[in-house]
């Protein structure tokens, strides 16, 4: 059984471009969350999709933006990128009915922004 | 509110010990409190996880207290290995809601 996938697991990227994170969620998960976590802190919530929208945004820029496919995977873009964007971004997958069970992360790509 | 504050920062345990890790939390309509375990180059893994209607849960060397008056809860590890060396995350989440708060995290460092 699958668990979460993300891709690319690292990534160098220069201030001011563009960038695409994918990820795929567990097999039977049908939610998709994104946290950013930066070197030596806790997660931080992005935003989730379900049903191929975004449910809730947490304290991030607009120029965080994401998307949820039919088949239930996602990707998280960001534009215009900082050095302060360098962080591990993780995916994590979880059932809608059972938002409150927990997720299941997958390994998350490493950022760095230069 | 939506904070929830992890101590200590690091630790450092002998093998055969017990190590405990606290939280607290201030919105007291989280119910939801799970606590998470990860590894270098890894992703968070939940470990175990605890409602506010139980005051303690284990699963095998694992314990969470919970104490909710005092908006409390820890993670107890019991006879802590070389191999539980990791970064401990609490967290909370709401009823209904559709994000997790994470603690700071601590790292655990067990001496052989």
């Known amino acids: 059984d699958a668990g979460v996938t993300q891709s690319p697991t690292h990534l160098i990227k220069t201030r001011g471009q563009q960038v695409t994170l994918r990820c795929s969620p567990k097999?039977?998960?049908?939610?998709v969350s994104w946290y950013q976590q930066a070197l030596g802190q806790g997660p931080q919530f992005i935003f989730q999709?379900?049903?191929?929208?975004?449910?809730q945004r947490g304290n991030f820029p607009d120029r965080f933006s994401g998307h949820q496919y039919p088949n239930y995977s996602s990707e998280l873009n960001v534009n215009a990128l900082l050095l302060g964007d360098s962080a591990l971004y993780l995916c994590?997958?979880?059932?809608?009915?059972?938002?409150?069970?927990?997720?299941?992360f997958g390994s998350g790509t490493r950022l760095t922004v230069v | 509110q939506q904070q929830v504050k992890q101590s200590p920062q690091s630790l450092i345990v002998q093998k055969g010990g017990i190590s405990i890790i606290n939280c607290a939390y201030e919105n007291t309509a989280f119910d939801y409190f799970p606590w998470y375990q990860q590894f270098p180059g890894k992703g968070p893994a939940l470990l175990i996880a605890?409602?506010?209607?139980?005051s303690e849960k284990k699963e095998g060397r694992f314990t969470i207290s919970f104490n909710k008056s005092a908006k409390q809860f820890s993670l107890h590890i019991m006879d802590s290995q070389p191999g539980d060396s990791a970064t401990y995350f609490c967290?909370?989440?709401?009823?209904?809601?559709?994000?997790?708060?994470f603690g700071a995290g601590t790292r655990l460092f067990v001496k052989a």
């Open positions: 967290a909370a989440s709401m009823l209904g809601g559709f994000k997790t708060i």
């Open positions: 994590a997958s979880s059932l809608v009915a059972a938002a409150n069970y927990g997720y299941t």
């Open positions: 999709y379900y049903e191929e929208e975004e449910r």
């Open positions: 605890i409602r506010p209607d139980v």
């Open positions: 097999s039977g998960h049908d939610t």
